[in-house]
């Protein structure tokens, strides 16, 4: 079985500061890894993925995060936050293609001006 | 570019009664999928579909059925209506089961 944590259901941040979004995972096979991005009233869309291949993920807008085996983690950062970026922020994992994804519970950002 | 259509955005059902979610795709692809999104508990599957007329269950299936009889559609219907499934309800389609998923943007069912 695959589980995601969220670690955090609730982030705020001041506009121009980091951002760092927490996502530790368990899987009994290599994981595939997913960061999901949620604006208001609105569907969820991909912001990044890993596969295989290089740890170090960029994504839309600006969004990076890397893959740390040794501490089953998918950290999601951003250098400078905009006021754009207040959303929800789903991480999620699978098995592999052809598995089903689990969603972690997802973690609130809000931009302060 | 529609992508993922839901209809209806928003219902409000009295206990007991029953509707159907309707989810249509124009990108052709396979796999497609209904989650249901609640306060605190992420994103969870209810049923989806590899491919036209098959259907599968997920993690939370109980009081739903769905149908694929088109490539383009995937239908939720809520045969009696409880409280316990006021939620905002996703489909999601993608071209083959690698996580990669577009979303549509969500129906908002409340259950009096």
């Known amino acids: 079985a695959q589980s995601v944590t969220q670690l955090g259901s609730h982030v705020s941040v001041s506009e121009g500061a980091l951002v760092l979004l927490r996502c530790n995972y368990s899987s009994s096979v290599p994981p595939y890894l997913f960061w999901y991005v949620q604006y208001p009233n609105q569907g969820l869309q991909l912001l990044l993925k890993y596969t295989t291949g290089a740890t170090l993920v960029k994504g839309i807008n600006g969004f990076e995060a890397e893959f740390k085996k040794s501490e089953t983690s998918f950290h999601l950062t951003k250098p400078s936050a905009h006021m754009s970026d207040a959303a929800e922020y789903f991480c999620?994992?699978?098995?592999?293609?052809?598995?089903?994804?689990?969603f972690g519970e997802g973690t609130q950002l809000t931009v302060n001006p | 570019n529609a992508g993922v259509t839901q209809t209806p955005k928003f219902r409000v059902l009295k206990t007991g009664q029953s509707m159907t979610l309707l989810c249509a795709q124009d990108m052709n692809h396979e796999y497609m999928y209904w989650y249901r999104q609640d306060p605190g508990m992420g994103l969870r599957l209810i049923h989806y579909s590899v491919g036209e007329g098959t259907t599968a269950k997920g993690e939370v299936p109980d009081g739903y059925n769905v149908s694929r009889l088109k490539k383009q559609n995937f239908l939720l219907g809520l045969e009696s209506a409880a409280p316990s499934q006021t939620s905002v309800y996703f489909c999601a389609s993608s071209i083959r089961n690698t996580g990669e998923l577009f979303f549509g943007e969500g129906s908002r069912l409340t259950v009096l």
């Open positions: 999620a994992v699978s098995r592999g293609s052809g598995s089903r994804l689990t």
